[in-house]
């Protein structure tokens, strides 16, 4: 099993920035992917941003100049920097992980950490 715990969220002005980090432990063998969903009430969860095990990024369209994904050499702690924050971006942010180890992917999920952006 893989725990994700998520830190960084918060209450920013538009235009300001934060910085979101989620920090797995457990069973983290054969990682292949992080990242980063956002979800708002009464709507689906939107992938924001994606790291795969080459480190290889992929962005929603949204968010593409503004977020950036990073992790550290482990792949066990990823991080989305989030600047000229816009009130749009008010949501939950999940950080994933996917692995793939002994012929099964598994997919793992944050609790959850708050971003709200004032206008």
């Known amino acids: 099993q893989v725990q994700l715990v998520e830190s960084g969220g918060g209450l920013v002005q538009a235009g300001g920035s934060l910085r979101l980090s989620c920090a797995a432990s457990g069973s983290t063998f054969g990682i292949v992917g992080n990242g980063w969903y956002r979800q708002v009430p009464g709507k689906q969860r939107d992938l924001v941003a994606v790291?795969?095990?080459?480190?290889?990024?992929n962005y929603l369209d949204s968010v593409k100049g503004r977020f950036t994904i990073s992790r550290d050499n482990a792949k066990t702690t990823v991080y989305l920097q989030m600047n000229s924050l816009k009130p749009e971006d008010t949501a939950v942010y999940y950080c994933?992980?996917?692995?793939?180890?002994?012929?099964?992917?598994?997919?793992?999920w944050g609790q959850g950490t708050q971003v709200t952006v004032s206008s």
């Open positions: 790291i795969n095990s080459g480190g290889n990024t």
């Open positions: 994933n992980l996917v692995t793939f180890y002994n012929g099964i992917r598994r997919e793992y």
